[in-house]
Each structure stands twice: as structure tokens, then as C-alpha cells.
């Protein structure tokens, strides 16, 4: 089956843009989760969503938003960017269906977004 | 939330056992210990998880101390593919994304 999907890939910004990336999760997950990554920082938690639900959220700006649709896509923006939003933005979808979840994550490849 | 301490990275000859450490003093009762590894330019992928006994699969072993307090992912012949970051995290319940602290996890290398 299809893993899931992160679009665009790769994006260059400049500093005051604002930017959407879009995760697309494994057909049935219900949850989706997101991450930003960078070398100094390593992997840190953004903020998950469950039935169009935000139900958690990390220690990230006000900038930096996010929503999922009745198909769970899901989506995220960060406005007004700046030059230590550069980073590898990742996405994880789970099942959520005990008791056939295991707990597993499924993470995209990401979207690797470069603010200038 | 819970954290884990885990080395900055390892090196393993290839075709050996691998065992990756990780400390969690403060986990609690309901904590799930999960491994996740990411490979180069690929996003983290699930390796194992436990609860409290020890745990098999096709790509690993996780060894569960009795307090709890530490574990250990033992990859029992380490190839070149096996060469990743490791993470080890807590899962406050067995599903429910709350707010998961990867860390910086070990960085393993394989020599050939």
C-alpha cells in the first residue's frame, strides 16, 4: 500500500514568505503528526491531529499552524518565515484503531524547506 | 515527558552484534519504549517496541531491563544497510501521538 506522501519535496523561501506543505497519510490512518528536524535541534514535535482535531502541540511560534481535512490530509503553514525555520519538515501518520495498532508511525520522506 | 539518554554514536564491525543502550530513569508504569531508526535522507522508520518483557521481530531484539529503567535494541548481524540513527522514545499510551521527544539519538556506523 501507498506510505505516506509529503509535497513539495524540496522549496526555497525567502525570509517574511510564508509556506504550506501538505501530508497525505496511509489510506485508514487517522492520525497525523508533524516534525521539524534540524542538525542542532534533532527531531522535534510540531503538533498532531486526529478527526480534524488538533490534539496536541509543541513548543513552536504561533507561526507555525497546521489542519487536517475530513480525508485526514493534512496540511501545515509557517508564516512570516525566518532563516532558523530552515529545516527537514517531517510527517507521520498512525492507524489509531485498537487493537490492530500497534503504535507504529509511519513517516513520510519529508519537505526540506530552505528559507534565504 | 519522559526523556531517554542515549549515546551520540557507535561504531560496529559488519556481520556483528550491535546493542544500542538507552537510559529512561524517570519512565512511567504506562510507557511504552519504541525504536526508531533514519536512514540517510529517508524519514524515520519503526524498528521494534515493548512494554515490559522483551521483545522479537525480523529486524531486532529489545531488551527491557526489570526496573525498566534502561533498555536495549540489539540488532543481531549488522550490515552496511543497518548504518542509521537510532532513536529511542516513550509513548505515554499505546496510541495517541502526545507530544513524542525523539532527541538526537546514535548515530551507528558499520564498517565493512
Known amino acids: 500500500k501507498a506510505g505516506v506522501t509529503q509535497t513539495p519535496r524540496y522549496l526555497i523561501k525567502t525570509r517574511g514568505q510564508q509556506v504550506t506543505l501538505s501530508c497525505s497519510p496511509i489510506?485508514?490512518?487517522?492520525?497525523v503528526s508533524w516534525y521539524q528536524q534540524t542538525p542542532g535541534q534533532g527531531l522535534q514535535f510540531l503538533f498532531e491531529y486526529f478527526s480534524e482535531t488538533q490534539r496536541n502541540k509543541g513548543n513552536f511560534p504561533g507561526r507555525f499552524s497546521g489542519r487536517q481535512f475530513s480525508n485526514s490530509r493534512s496540511e501545515m503553514n509557517v508564516s512570516t518565515l525566518e532563516l532558523g525555520d530552515s529545516a527537514l519538515y517531517l510527517c507521520?501518520?498512525?492507524?489509531?484503531?485498537?487493537?490492530?495498532?500497534?503504535?507504529?508511525?509511519?513517516f513520510g520522506e519529508g519537505s526540506r524547506l530552505t528559507v534565504l | 515527558d519522559a526523556k531517554t539518554t542515549q549515546p551520540n554514536s557507535m561504531e560496529s564491525n559488519e556481520e556483528e552484534p550491535v546493542h544500542l543502550p538507552c537510559n529512561h530513569s524517570t519512565i512511567s508504569g504506562t510507557d511504552y519504549i519504541h525504536w526508531y531508526r533514519q536512514l540517510p535522507s529517508q524519514g524515520p522508520e519503526y524498528v521494534i517496541h515493548g512494554l515490559t518483557s522483551n521483545v522479537n521481530n525480523r529486524m531486532a531484539s529489545l531488551a527491557i531491563a526489570e526496573d525498566r529503567k534502561s533498555s536495549t535494541l540489539i540488532l543481531h548481524r549488522a550490515t552496511l544497510r543497518d548504518a542509521a540513527v537510532y532513536y529511542c522514545?516513550?509513548?505515554?499510551?499505546?496510541?495517541?501521538?502526545?507530544?513524542?521527544?525523539f532527541g538526537t539519538g546514535t548515530r551507528l556506523t558499520i564498517i565493512p
Open positions: 489510506s485508514g490512518h487517522r492520525s
Open positions: 507521520a501518520s498512525s492507524l489509531e484503531w485498537a487493537p490492530r495498532d500497534t503504535g507504529e508511525l509511519f
Open positions: 522514545i516513550l509513548r505515554p499510551t499505546h496510541f495517541g501521538n502526545e507530544k513524542l521527544t
